[in-house]
């Protein structure tokens, strides 16, 4: 049965998928874990253990960022003389 959300989107998303989101590294998402940007969701067991986020977490975390880039440019923008 189809409540409206696609079968084929997974509600996690592993920190490999995080750091492609954010167009970024795994040791950046690592950064930002321990920085409180953002939360694991859970983590698989063992001393290397997989982290998985939320999938709304880390659409969060990317709107969030292309707003911080927007605006920097429009800061830039606003520095250069004409």
């Not at 049965?1 to 920190?15: I, V, Y």
């Amino acid at each position: 049965m189809n409540n409206g959300t696609q079968a084929s989107e997974p509600n996690f998303l592993s920190s490999t998928e995080v750091a492609a989101a954010l167009a970024t590294s795994q040791s950046t998402v690592s950064r930002m874990v321990t920085a409180g940007r953002i939360a694991p969701a859970f983590q698989a067991p063992g001393i290397r253990g997989q982290r998985f986020f939320h999938r709304a977490d880390v659409d969060a975390l990317v709107r969030e960022e292309r707003e911080q880039l927007r605006a920097r440019l429009q800061r830039m923008d606003q520095a250069v003389p004409a």
